[in-house]
């Protein structure tokens, strides 16, 4: 690609972007690196890998892929059986906690996304060695002491040493018979062994090695006689311990070295993931969107906007070019926005060949540009002695000669700094040449001769920034298919100038210019009407789809309804008529039997059962009837939330969740199932009062449970080893607590490592609204690896 134009659209102001949401040092390098590509699969799948981060962070939230550490060299030398130091361990233990964290991240609850999940799926976690790295190591200068149980008897050796010479010697100072012979009642070091300070005079009564003596020479500091044997002992004991803790680190690092290759991948995998992330984080604040990569050279941007200037400010431009025209002459007034529709298209064809989302819409297409060249700005080279035009032309001569069918060209203000005539003419011939070269051009211009060679030529095509005349300002909207006015004697005369000046000036310009001008009024008139109309009658067409939408849906609905209920009545048709027949079958078996009696009242009470039965059928039979009609019909205002109705369709009753829409329609829970009913189906069984004191128990409940947790809170918070994000929402919520628990002061355990941690939340306390001042802490509290909290009062 190349570099001019880079430099010129400011390219690298982008990356400068994308490196800043990058959250390691090496996804940053990897986006310092990023040039626009040529090779369509691999733009296609970086484009992918950027709309697949976007999904995760709109769904979940970003990958915990910040802080990674760069292990290479430390695992090579692992590799090869060195030894690794406790920070070397820590970085590796760091990058372990991301990779699980990761895996973790992205077993439940994602987005489809095949491509970053391809990735993932090939972090190897080693949580042994994570947490045998975390057992061992507490800092970058300390071991735990449960290392190794060879370790711990060696430090309580130590202790114990320490202690008895400690005695000792503190029994010689303290001894009223040594007083006089020593300088202080101390016991120092020096050389790392114990000694005590000796009158030069009285050296004698102290036999021993004289390891220092003070600056005037009355003092000697000797370590007794007595004491060099157990001093001895002890420098034997520190000895054991740094072999240990050598032979502790070594066993560690052998463990790295036997995760080599999976230690390496998963860089390489987390790597990758972080530059993904950083390309979605950049889409966001972009406001960006996936282009279509076209394969045939057309380029069309709808609603773009140029990346680095302000989203509220911006006015979207919309431009196609390729395919029925490969040249675009873009005109109109100075300060209109001509320059910035050339940045703009040049610099969102570059993000999208580097994979990026551009700002504007998804339907945009932008074709794959083996070169950009571009000639913008006025420029003067001083060292060379060329002037604007000069600058200008040896670029162009550059352009002109490299250029072919696959290049996108985008020429500023082509033909200016010099002789207009010979400058136009200049002009028509340079773009000529680019389309016998069938290139791709967006030039701008304010030559009339231009704007006439594009309405007569084809493959070339007009456009213009459009300038509103009464405000004297322009609306930095580009219009295809139209030149632009130069505006010059309609300012002039807003302006104030006299008539007479501009009536004169018009005398003096050519009769055919001035009615070109003329022409392109009348045709900018037509178009702006015609554009009124046609916004119109789309507005029409889509009312009219909406409401075409809308009868069909009520017509499926009718058709849905009156099918249901047809099965409904025939099945109840079925039911009525079996059972009739049943009766009828029982009756007249009874009949029979009754014409056999002889008695006359037996056949009388006969016939008054079977009576009986048939009218008891025919109730029945009625009833069920009525049961489908609701002859007192529930009115909308009479019903609210949690309401307890009976549903007639279902015989069953049930509680209001929602109030009836338009239509009549609302939700209703009958038992264990949410029924959408209409108020016709419904009968008010009770005004609701069972469901508002079920609401004021459960109320309640979430009051005692908050008492109960405001008293369990604890009096500190341990976030050692999380990243910054995850520890400062940790501690922000654990101060919420603390604060209505009515805590004063809170331990915030950080750790010391490399600080980041413990310098990230000192900043957040002071920006946190419930505390009040903050320390850091005493030896006895924990040192430089806590921080005390002071909460406000209520």
Known sequence: MNKRAIEVLEYNKIIELLMEQAGCEMSRQIAADLKPGTDIRDITEELRSTTEAVDLIVHKGALPTEGLYDIRSAVGLARKGGCLTPKQLLQIHFDLAIAGRTVSYLKNDVPPMPLLMSLAELIVPHPRLEEEIDRCILSEDEIADNASSQLRSIRRGILRQNETIRNRLSQMVNSSNNRTY??????TMRDGRYVIPVKQEHRAH???????????????FIEPQVIVNMNNELRELELAEQAEIAKILQDLSDQVGECYHDLINNQDILIKLDFAMAKGKLS??????????????????????????????????????????????????NTGGKTVTLK????????????????????SRIPIYKDIFADIGDEQSIEQSLSTFSS?????????????????????????????????????????KLLCKHVTTVATTHYTEIKKYALSTDGVENASMEFDVETLSPTYRLSIGLPGKSNAFEISRKLGLEDDIIDRAG?????????????????????????????????????????????????????????????????????????????ADQVQKELKALSKMDSLGARNKGFDRSRRRLKESEGKYAERIIKQVNNNPVSASELSVGDRVKVLSLDQNGEILTLPDDKGDLTVQVGIMKASVNLDDLVLINDGKEAAKA?????????????????????????????????????????????????????????????????????????NKHVASFRAGNYNEGGDGVTIVKLKSE
């Open 695 to 767: 609401k004021r128990k459960a109320k309640t409940s979430y009051g005692s449970m908050m008492k109960y947790k405001t008293q369990s809170v604890s009096a500190s918070v341990n976030v050692r080893g999380d990243n910054l994000d995850d520890a400062k929402m940790d501690v922000g919520k654990y101060l919420d607590d603390a604060y209505i628990a009515g805590l004063k002061e809170v331990t915030v355990i950080h750790g010391r490592g490399e600080g980041i941690l413990k310098e990230g939340l000192r900043k957040y306390f002071k920006t």
């Open 206 to 220: 102290f036999p021993g090695i004289v390891h220092d003596q003070s600056k005037a020479g009355a003092t000697l």
């Open 182 to 187: 020593l300088q202080d009642a101390i016991v």
């Open 507 to 583: 005398q003096l310009i050519e009769r055919g210019d001035i009615e070109f001008e003329d022409v392109i009024s009348a045709i900018d008139e037509d178009k702006k009407k015609a554009e009124a109309e046609r916004m119109e009658a789309a507005a029409l067409k889509l009312a009219m789809e909406k409401q075409q939408d809308e009868l069909q849906r009520q017509a499926e609905d009718f058709k849905k309804q009156k099918a249901k209920l047809m099965a409904d009545a025939r099945e109840e048709a079925r039911d009525m008529l079996r059972d009739a027949r049943e009766t």
């Open 392 to 432: 200008h032309m040896k670029n162009i001569v550059e352009i002109v000669e490299k250029a072919d069918e696959d290049s996108l060209v985008l020429l500023d203000e082509l033909g200016a700094g010099t002789d207009p005539t010979e400058g136009a003419a200049l002009a028509i011939s340079i773009l000529e």
């Open 344 to 363: 703009t298209i040049g610099l969102l064809s570059m993000m999208a060949q580097s994979g990026l989302h551009i700002p504007a819409s998804s339907e």
């Open 284 to 333: 966001q604040k972009m406001k960006g969107e996936a282009p279509i990569i076209d394969e045939a050279g057309v380029l069309i941007i709808r609603e773009g906007r140029h990346p680095l200037l302000k989203v509220k400010k911006v006015v979207p431009i919309n431009v196609a070019i390729g395919k029925e025209y490969r040249t675009l002459v873009v005109t109109g007034p």
